[in-house]
């Protein structure tokens, strides 16, 4: 029995051995080695080498031909398959903007900024704490706005949206909300403006300046505040005034590469997206930064039951070029895109000033874009 009992000891000691030996395959002599996350490197690597001339871009989820390997998606005046073709009867759509300009940017932290998770990343709908919030995200977000001085988020809440859309039409709703009035709320902008749909809450009435003469004390207002203004950049104030007025900040463009920043922006409720920050519109990402946490818990709701909040992909997608952002406290990125949207708007002036049809409009140094380095990146608390 006492020789049974050690050939039993034995076999159980071999058998932990191999166990230990082999439960980390990945692991080849002390170092970590890649298996199935080198394909998918590969495959991502591959589409973003096509050069497309310079005047377009392939992509892993694009155009492909014949089933086999994605082709270039031209940039506007532009044909052929690698883009390569002028087309010298085009004319330029102004109408909508391309946040593209910041893409060299990436492309020289290709490194730093990549993505590639496995294929049961957050499948959950929720966190481990049972949100729908990446805490390392809003720290992210909270460290930003401090290094930049644009907003004041200490003892502030901030919820996620899909874009600064989502949140601004949660805004509206979760406002215009009072069981106790019958008459919908008036939903005004200043020009520029973009139009807003309408609800039985809430109705869309168009320029603030056409209300601001109203006496009705019971009339109830939400007023979108854009500061800056797109496409013109100024930055603006709040017009209507009283207790039935609710007032919704949009500072999507609130950004040293775009505006001076005077002073850090302290409402009561501010939208903000990442797409005029990184340049990433299409991952669809933004916040709201809200003193009131009964709002909070509103728009937390109907975020909820409208999208279960935004997507843990798209949060992870929003995390990665933000970290790049705090690198160097925002230097570097900063310091690219005001020297691209300088030359630009240096270029501009050129042409308009050429031209006897258009014009520029006069701004004052303190508001016009890009008339001195200091006024533009004086908040961003980093020495140039």
Same mark, same amino acid.
């Given at each position: ?8 000891r ?8 191999? +166990?230990?030996s ?6 080849? !002599?002390?170092e ?9 490197? %590969?495959?991502?690597?591959a589409?973003?080498? =096509? ?7 392939a ?9 086999? %390997? ?12 690698d883009c ?13 903007? &391309?946040?593209?300009?910041?893409e ?10 990549a =993505?590639l ?12 704490d049972g949100s ?12 930003? &706005?401090? =290094?930049?001085g644009?907003a ?6 901030? +919820? ?29 902008a ?11 809450d ?10 601001k ?27 209507? &005034? ?10 999507a ?7 001076? =920043? ?5 409402? &009561? ?12 519109? !299409? ?19 109907y975020?909820?039951?409208?999208t ?12 990665k070029?933000?970290? +790049?952002?705090?690198?160097?406290n ?18 501009l002036?050129?042409?308009?000033s ?23 990146l004086?908040r +961003?608390k980093i020495?140039?």
């Open positions: 029995m006492a020789k049974r009992g050690n050939l039993m034995l076999a159980f000691t071999v058998t932990i051995m191999v +166990v230990l082999t439960s980390n395959p990945f692991v080849c !002599g002390g970590w080695e890649p298996t199935w996350s080198s394909r998918a490197a %590969e495959e991502v690597e589409v973003a080498a =096509i050069p497309c001339s310079g005047h377009g871009r992509y892993l989820d694009g155009i492909v031909l014949n089933g086999v %390997e994605p082709v270039c998606e031209c940039n506007q005046c532009y044909s052929g398959s390569s073709e002028f087309l010298t009867d085009c004319a330029v759509d102004v109408r909508r903007g &391309h946040l593209c300009f910041l060299p940017f990436w492309m020289q932290h290709a490194a730093s900024s =993505i998770v496995s294929g049961w990343h957050r499948m959950d709908y929720t966190y481990t729908y919030i990446s805490k390392l995200l809003v720290k992210h977000i909270q460290k930003i &706005h401090d =290094i930049v644009n004041v988020t200490n003892g502030r809440f901030i +919820v996620f949206g899909a874009g600064s859309t989502q949140l601004l039409s949660a805004s509206v709703h979760d406002l215009s909300a009072n069981s106790s009035l019958l008459s919908p709320a008036k939903v005004v200043t020009t520029p403006y973009f139009p807003f749909s309408n609800s039985k809430y109705r869309y009435e168009g320029d603030t300046s056409s209300w003469n109203i006496s009705d004390s019971t009339t109830r207002f939400i007023e979108f505040v854009a500061s800056p203004t797109n496409p013109d950049g100024k930055l603006t104030k709040v017009v209507l &005034h009283g207790p039935n007025v609710k007032t919704i900040y949009d500072h463009c609130y950004w040293p590469h775009f505006t001076p =920043i005077p002073s850090p922006a302290n409402e &009561h409720l501010m939208v903000f997206t990442i797409s005029k920050l990184t340049g990433h519109a !299409g991952s669809r990402f933004g916040w709201a930064i809200i003193k009131d946490e009964a709002i909070y818990q509103k728009m937390l709701t975020l909820e039951l409208n279960i909040g935004v997507s843990r992909d798209t949060q992870l997608r929003a995390l070029p933000l970290d +790049v952002v705090l690198e160097g925002g230097r570097e990125i900063f310091q690219f895109a005001y020297a691209i949207m300088k030359d630009r708007w240096t270029r002036k050129q042409i308009i050429k031209s006897k049809q258009f014009s520029l409009q006069n701004l004052s140094p303190s508001t016009a874009p890009f008339s001195r380095r200091s006024e533009i004086h +961003v020495n140039y």
